[in-house]
């Protein structure tokens, strides 16, 4: 039991945790390798990872592992520990919930935990029309519940989601993402009454944001027709399908057509919300004011917890018992919630994110300029990526960004990839991360694709 064995000299997670990159071992070391070795006759081979160590501790911009390494976290478990891993404040308030009560059932003995939550979620999310809240479990949870509400109020059926969008992995969100390895394959058959149509994706497409809307809406009405439409589901920055920027003015024409079609505009902020993007909610960067807006991932500070969030009178459509689930709105997810929020709006983290905007961008744009192989530098706050495409052709070089991101992890740098193409490496490190680290972090990943 390696856990075990280690338990006396663990470190102590969050921002006490030694702010420096400390290679003792290849990776993964010996005591990861066994961890792993469990693992894989234990956990089920769909469960993959990406980095082969046994995380012991974490906080600031630092993972360790059982082996003593100290990795430099570009990527905060895929956009959740936005306030830092184990944030004194968000400790404090799960051991102090913890100790009240862990769970009622909020359906079935209300909270006021839960009722906080909602009250800030209903004040902080974009527009200041009368606002109510649902909160689940997951990101995919919180979507799902948005299209039935969606459905509810409208009386419709139809569902709009877009290319390279991404919205989880229970069967109606796998039927609103679009790629399908690995998130589809042999997972059919998909929900149906979904469609599919274009977004924009500038790299790529080369549109002006109200040419690419003008496309969008008119396979809208032609192939669906808004008045069988429910709902459009949108990333206002999307995630997994390779943190595109629309071009200006793409979101704004999509929701206006909504909003003269009485068709539900859901933005899925679960990977973008909670100062991500150096906004409160992305979709303020692009003056859209969402009718149902979904969260999760940053808004607990690493605990599992989700919401929807819109106007009162779609929020309100569906009858009592149609919304809920044992779990969701956990009073000690709904506590560090509470201590995340409060990070997010007294403790700086918004202008945080804007200067790791400038130093990420201003970085990798001198590393564009060398090497042509990195043709686009895109993103906002700490959510940034580089897609790596052949000069000549622009063909996407999924391989390239493997290797990246293998070489990075080696040296002891935390980073993902993501892409329809699988050729985006994307950057989200913690907002809790330091300038040094960070610019560390990212003389490792330049070193990484010179050596490509
Ligand atoms: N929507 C978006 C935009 C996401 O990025 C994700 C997760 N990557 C989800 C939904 C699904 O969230 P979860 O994994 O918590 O179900």
């Known amino acids: 039991m390696i ?21 003792v071992t290849a990776i ?9 070795e469990r693992k894989s ?3 089920a081979a769909g469960v993959g990872h990406t980095v082969p160590i046994a995380a012991v501790a974490a906080g600031g911009g630092i993972v360790m592992d059982a082996d003593g390494n100290a990795l430099i976290d570009l990527g905060s478990g895929i956009a959740v520990t936005t306030v830092g891993s184990a944030h004194p404040k968000v400790v404090e308030a799960i051991a102090a919930q913890a100790a009240q009560f862990t769970h009622t059932c909020f359906m079935i003995s209300p909270y006021e935990s839960y009722v906080a939550v909602a009250e800030a979620l209903n004040r902080l999310t974009p527009g200041d029309h009368e606002k109510k809240t649902a909160l689940f479990n997951s990101g995919a949870e919180a979507v ?18 877009f290319d390279h969008g991404y919205h989880g992995r229970t069967n109606l969100t796998m039927a609103l993402t679009a790629k399908a390895m690995p998130y589809k394959s042999g997972f059919g ?10 977004g924009s994706y500038p790299f790529r497409d080369g549109l002006t944001g109200v040419a690419a809307a003008a496309r969008a809406i008119t396979l809208m009405e032609k192939q669906v027709g808004a008045e069988n439409l429910a709902a459009v589901v949108i990333e206002p920055i999307q995630g997994e399908g390779g943190f595109i920027v629309p071009a200006d003015g793409f979101l704004p024409a999509v929701a206006q057509w909504c909003r003269d079609n009485d068709v539900v505009f ?13 906004a409160m909610f992305a979709s303020e960067l692009f003056g859209i004011v969402p009718d149902l807006i979904t969260t999760a991932k940053g808004m607990a500070g690493g605990m599992p917890l989700a919401g929807v969030t819109g106007r009162a009178e779609i929020m309100d459509a569906a009858h009592a018992g149609g919304l809920g689930g044992t779990y969701g709105g956990n009073p000690v997810a709904c506590a560090a919630a509470l201590a995340a929020i409060d990070a997010f709006e007294n403790d700086g983290l918004i202008e945080r994110a804007q200067q790791i905007e400038r130093l990420m961008l201003d970085r990798l744009q001198e590393l564009a300029e060398v090497d042509p192989r990195v043709g686009d530098v895109r993103g906002r706050g700490a959510m940034i990526a580089i897609e790596l495409a052949d000069p000549g052709t622009g063909a996407p070089d999924a391989a390239l960004a493997a290797g990246i991101a293998r070489a990075c992890i080696a040296e002891g740098v935390i980073v993902l990839t993501c892409g329809t193409y699988g050729n985006v490496i994307r950057f989200l490190p913690p907002l809790a991360i330091d300038d040094e680290l960070l610019h560390e972090g990212l003389d490792v990943v330049a070193s990484a694709i010179a050596a490509h």
Do not use: C
Not at 28 to 36: E, Q
Not at 146 to 161: C, L, M, N, P
Not at 189 to 198: C, D, G, Q, S, T
Not at 266 to 278: K, L, M, N
């Open 3 to 23: 856990i075990d064995d280690l338990a006396p000299s663990l470190p102590l997670g969050g921002p006490g945790l030694p702010q420096q990159r400390r290679m």
């Open 28 to 36: 993964p070391g010996p005591r990861s390798r066994d961890l792993l």
């Open 41 to 43: 006759a234990a956990v």
């Open 144 to 161: 799902e519940n948005a299209v039935k509400i969606a459905r509810k109020h409208t009386g419709r059926q139809a569902v709009v989601a």
């Open 189 to 198: 058959p998909f929900a149906p009454e979904i469609y599919r149509v274009p």
């Open 266 to 278: 859901i933005v899925d902020e679960v990977q973008s919300g909670f100062a991500r993007t150096g």
